[in-house]
């Protein structure tokens, strides 16, 4: 039997980022000097490190984790509605 699993090492505020990332809720820019979430574990045996907007890591917490498993696509920034 194989197992997906998920396991989140550091989940951080940055008050100010040192260099633009792209928000993986919205698939936008997050500006240098600007606040972001930093999260950052393992899922099925693979690193993986994601930045998102304060507003979309909010907005990505209102949802249910198993409706987002599977998902493709991109949200509008702050929101649960699909771009």
Sequence with gaps: MYIMTD???D?????SCR???TCDWCNE??????PATKC????????YCNY???EC?????????DELEGMT??????TTEEK
């Design 7 to 9: 396991i989140v090492f």
């Design 11 to 15: 989940s951080k505020y940055i008050k």
């Design 19 to 21: 260099k633009s990332h």
């Design 29 to 34: 820019t997050i500006l240098i000097f600007t």
């Design 40 to 47: 950052q574990g393992v899922f099925d045996g693979k690193f």
């Design 52 to 54: 998102f907007h304060p």
């Design 57 to 65: 890591i909010a907005a990505g917490r209102t949802i249910d984790q």
């Design 73 to 78: 696509c991109y949200f509008k920034r702050g």
